[in-house]
T-cell receptor, first 113, second 113 residues
Protein backbone atom coordinates (compact mmCIF):
# COMPACT_ATOMS: atom_id res chain seq x y z
CA UNK A 1 0.00 0.00 0.00
CA UNK A 2 1.61 3.25 -1.15
CA UNK A 3 1.97 5.89 1.44
CA UNK A 4 3.44 9.05 2.87
CA UNK A 5 4.79 8.69 6.39
CA UNK A 6 5.26 11.54 8.80
CA UNK A 7 7.60 10.74 11.64
CA UNK A 8 5.44 11.97 14.53
CA UNK A 9 1.68 12.26 15.08
CA UNK A 10 2.03 14.58 18.06
CA UNK A 11 4.96 16.78 19.05
CA UNK A 12 5.45 19.27 21.88
CA UNK A 13 8.40 21.65 21.67
CA UNK A 14 9.58 24.70 23.57
CA UNK A 15 9.79 28.21 22.17
CA UNK A 16 13.17 28.80 20.52
CA UNK A 17 13.89 25.14 19.82
CA UNK A 18 14.93 23.98 16.36
CA UNK A 19 12.30 21.50 15.19
CA UNK A 20 12.58 18.90 12.44
CA UNK A 21 9.48 17.37 10.85
CA UNK A 22 10.27 14.40 8.64
CA UNK A 23 8.28 13.07 5.71
CA UNK A 24 9.03 9.96 3.66
CA UNK A 25 7.19 8.63 0.61
CA UNK A 26 7.57 5.24 -1.03
CA UNK A 27 5.97 6.03 -4.40
CA UNK A 28 9.01 7.46 -6.22
CA UNK A 29 7.15 10.77 -6.58
CA UNK A 30 9.03 13.80 -7.84
CA UNK A 31 6.87 16.42 -6.10
CA UNK A 32 6.67 16.87 -2.34
CA UNK A 33 4.85 19.52 -0.34
CA UNK A 34 4.49 20.86 3.19
CA UNK A 35 1.23 22.51 4.30
CA UNK A 36 0.03 23.77 7.62
CA UNK A 37 -3.63 23.62 8.58
CA UNK A 38 -5.27 25.99 11.04
CA UNK A 39 -8.95 26.39 12.00
CA UNK A 40 -10.62 29.01 9.85
CA UNK A 41 -7.59 29.35 7.58
CA UNK A 42 -7.63 26.04 5.77
CA UNK A 43 -4.47 24.56 4.28
CA UNK A 44 -1.62 26.90 3.43
CA UNK A 45 1.44 25.91 1.43
CA UNK A 46 4.76 26.43 3.20
CA UNK A 47 7.33 24.94 0.80
CA UNK A 48 7.43 22.48 -2.05
CA UNK A 49 10.02 20.60 -4.04
CA UNK A 50 10.00 19.25 -7.59
CA UNK A 51 13.26 17.35 -7.36
CA UNK A 52 16.13 16.40 -5.10
CA UNK A 53 18.00 19.42 -3.65
CA UNK A 54 15.40 21.71 -5.17
CA UNK A 55 12.90 23.83 -3.21
CA UNK A 56 10.38 26.57 -3.83
CA UNK A 57 8.66 28.89 -1.36
CA UNK A 58 4.94 28.60 -0.94
CA UNK A 59 2.56 31.15 0.50
CA UNK A 60 3.91 31.25 4.08
CA UNK A 61 7.62 30.29 4.15
CA UNK A 62 8.67 32.73 6.88
CA UNK A 63 10.17 30.97 9.89
CA UNK A 64 10.59 27.68 8.00
CA UNK A 65 13.18 26.00 5.84
CA UNK A 66 13.24 22.63 4.06
CA UNK A 67 15.69 19.99 2.99
CA UNK A 68 15.44 17.37 0.26
CA UNK A 69 18.67 15.39 0.07
CA UNK A 70 16.98 12.22 -1.19
CA UNK A 71 14.00 11.83 -3.49
CA UNK A 72 11.89 10.03 -0.92
CA UNK A 73 12.48 12.38 2.02
CA UNK A 74 11.37 15.98 2.52
CA UNK A 75 12.09 17.62 5.85
CA UNK A 76 10.52 20.76 7.27
CA UNK A 77 12.64 22.75 9.70
CA UNK A 78 11.41 25.33 12.16
CA UNK A 79 14.55 27.35 12.78
CA UNK A 80 13.39 28.80 16.12
CA UNK A 81 9.96 27.57 17.09
CA UNK A 82 7.40 30.12 18.17
CA UNK A 83 3.92 29.72 19.65
CA UNK A 84 2.30 30.94 16.42
CA UNK A 85 3.74 27.88 14.71
CA UNK A 86 1.48 25.63 16.77
CA UNK A 87 -0.49 23.88 14.05
CA UNK A 88 -1.24 20.69 12.14
CA UNK A 89 1.49 20.06 9.56
CA UNK A 90 0.67 17.96 6.52
CA UNK A 91 3.13 16.48 4.05
CA UNK A 92 2.05 15.35 0.58
CA UNK A 93 3.59 13.96 -2.58
CA UNK A 94 2.56 13.58 -6.22
CA UNK A 95 4.06 12.46 -9.52
CA UNK A 96 5.72 14.99 -11.82
CA UNK A 97 3.38 17.54 -13.37
CA UNK A 98 0.08 18.94 -12.20
CA UNK A 99 -2.34 16.33 -13.45
CA UNK A 100 -2.40 14.03 -10.45
CA UNK A 101 -3.90 13.91 -7.02
CA UNK A 102 -1.75 14.26 -3.95
CA UNK A 103 -1.09 11.54 -1.41
CA UNK A 104 -1.06 12.97 2.10
CA UNK A 105 0.55 11.79 5.30
CA UNK A 106 -1.48 11.52 8.51
CA UNK A 107 -0.21 14.84 9.78
CA UNK A 108 1.88 16.04 12.72
CA UNK A 109 0.12 18.09 15.36
CA UNK A 110 2.83 20.39 16.73
CA UNK A 111 2.37 22.36 19.92
CA UNK A 112 4.95 25.01 20.80
CA UNK A 113 4.89 26.03 24.47
CA UNK B 1 -3.40 32.60 -1.32
CA UNK B 2 -6.67 30.69 -1.04
CA UNK B 3 -8.07 29.85 -4.44
CA UNK B 4 -11.23 27.85 -3.78
CA UNK B 5 -14.12 28.71 -1.52
CA UNK B 6 -16.50 25.95 -0.47
CA UNK B 7 -20.16 26.47 0.27
CA UNK B 8 -21.74 25.74 2.66
CA UNK B 9 -19.18 25.82 5.49
CA UNK B 10 -21.15 23.14 7.32
CA UNK B 11 -23.86 20.69 6.26
CA UNK B 12 -25.89 18.27 8.34
CA UNK B 13 -28.06 15.59 6.69
CA UNK B 14 -29.77 12.30 7.52
CA UNK B 15 -28.25 9.02 6.42
CA UNK B 16 -29.53 8.07 2.97
CA UNK B 17 -29.93 11.65 1.78
CA UNK B 18 -27.76 13.27 -0.88
CA UNK B 19 -25.14 15.85 0.05
CA UNK B 20 -24.11 18.64 -2.30
CA UNK B 21 -21.11 20.87 -1.75
CA UNK B 22 -20.06 23.74 -3.97
CA UNK B 23 -16.72 25.30 -4.74
CA UNK B 24 -15.90 28.58 -6.46
CA UNK B 25 -12.46 29.67 -7.60
CA UNK B 26 -10.90 32.80 -9.04
CA UNK B 27 -8.39 32.08 -11.80
CA UNK B 28 -8.04 29.78 -14.81
CA UNK B 29 -7.27 26.25 -13.77
CA UNK B 30 -5.64 23.13 -15.16
CA UNK B 31 -7.76 20.84 -13.00
CA UNK B 32 -9.85 20.80 -9.85
CA UNK B 33 -9.69 18.12 -7.19
CA UNK B 34 -11.79 17.10 -4.20
CA UNK B 35 -10.39 15.69 -0.97
CA UNK B 36 -11.87 14.27 2.22
CA UNK B 37 -10.41 14.68 5.70
CA UNK B 38 -11.56 12.71 8.69
CA UNK B 39 -11.14 14.53 11.98
CA UNK B 40 -7.50 15.03 12.89
CA UNK B 41 -6.16 13.01 9.99
CA UNK B 42 -4.56 13.63 6.61
CA UNK B 43 -6.46 14.34 3.42
CA UNK B 44 -7.57 11.63 1.03
CA UNK B 45 -7.85 12.31 -2.69
CA UNK B 46 -11.35 11.59 -4.01
CA UNK B 47 -11.57 12.73 -7.60
CA UNK B 48 -9.87 14.96 -10.19
CA UNK B 49 -11.68 16.75 -13.00
CA UNK B 50 -9.75 18.44 -15.79
CA UNK B 51 -10.63 21.86 -17.19
CA UNK B 52 -11.94 20.34 -20.44
CA UNK B 53 -14.30 17.97 -18.59
CA UNK B 54 -17.77 18.88 -17.38
CA UNK B 55 -18.76 15.91 -15.25
CA UNK B 56 -17.11 12.94 -13.63
CA UNK B 57 -18.34 10.01 -11.55
CA UNK B 58 -16.65 7.74 -9.05
CA UNK B 59 -18.88 5.34 -7.13
CA UNK B 60 -21.34 7.46 -5.14
CA UNK B 61 -19.51 10.68 -6.04
CA UNK B 62 -20.44 12.98 -8.88
CA UNK B 63 -18.41 16.08 -9.66
CA UNK B 64 -19.34 18.83 -12.08
CA UNK B 65 -17.19 21.67 -13.36
CA UNK B 66 -18.36 24.91 -14.96
CA UNK B 67 -15.30 26.86 -16.08
CA UNK B 68 -17.41 29.77 -17.35
CA UNK B 69 -18.72 30.30 -13.82
CA UNK B 70 -15.49 29.16 -12.18
CA UNK B 71 -17.38 26.72 -10.00
CA UNK B 72 -17.62 23.04 -9.18
CA UNK B 73 -19.95 20.87 -7.17
CA UNK B 74 -19.49 17.55 -5.37
CA UNK B 75 -22.54 15.34 -4.93
CA UNK B 76 -22.46 12.38 -2.56
CA UNK B 77 -25.47 10.15 -3.14
CA UNK B 78 -27.11 7.91 -0.53
CA UNK B 79 -24.92 9.25 2.25
CA UNK B 80 -23.65 7.07 5.10
CA UNK B 81 -22.50 7.90 8.61
CA UNK B 82 -18.96 7.05 7.45
CA UNK B 83 -19.13 9.98 5.00
CA UNK B 84 -18.96 12.36 7.98
CA UNK B 85 -15.80 14.39 7.32
CA UNK B 86 -14.56 17.69 5.96
CA UNK B 87 -14.43 18.04 2.18
CA UNK B 88 -12.03 20.33 0.39
CA UNK B 89 -11.79 21.47 -3.19
CA UNK B 90 -8.36 22.31 -4.54
CA UNK B 91 -7.23 23.78 -7.82
CA UNK B 92 -4.11 23.61 -9.94
CA UNK B 93 -3.48 26.98 -11.54
CA UNK B 94 -3.02 26.82 -15.29
CA UNK B 95 0.01 29.12 -15.32
CA UNK B 96 3.18 27.61 -16.82
CA UNK B 97 5.32 25.61 -14.44
CA UNK B 98 2.99 25.93 -11.50
CA UNK B 99 1.74 22.62 -10.18
CA UNK B 100 0.91 23.17 -6.57
CA UNK B 101 -2.60 22.73 -5.26
CA UNK B 102 -4.39 25.62 -3.62
CA UNK B 103 -7.08 24.58 -1.18
CA UNK B 104 -10.33 26.08 -0.02
CA UNK B 105 -11.36 26.12 3.65
CA UNK B 106 -13.62 23.12 3.39
CA UNK B 107 -17.19 22.01 4.04
CA UNK B 108 -17.83 20.06 7.23
CA UNK B 109 -20.36 17.32 6.50
CA UNK B 110 -22.22 15.54 9.29
CA UNK B 111 -24.31 12.50 8.35
CA UNK B 112 -26.72 11.56 11.13
CA UNK B 113 -27.54 7.84 11.44
Amino acid sequence: DVKVTQSSRYLVKRTGEKVFLECVQDMDHENMFWYRQDPGLGLRLIYFSYDVKMKEKGDIPEGYSVSREKKERFSLILESASTNQTSMYLCASSPMGGGYGYTFGSGTRLTVV
Amino acid sequence: SQQGEEDPQALSIQEGENATMNCSYKTSINNLQWYRQNSGRGLVHLILIRSNEREKHSGRLRVTLDTSKKSSSLLITASRAADTASYFCATVYSGAGSYQLTFGKGTKLSVIP
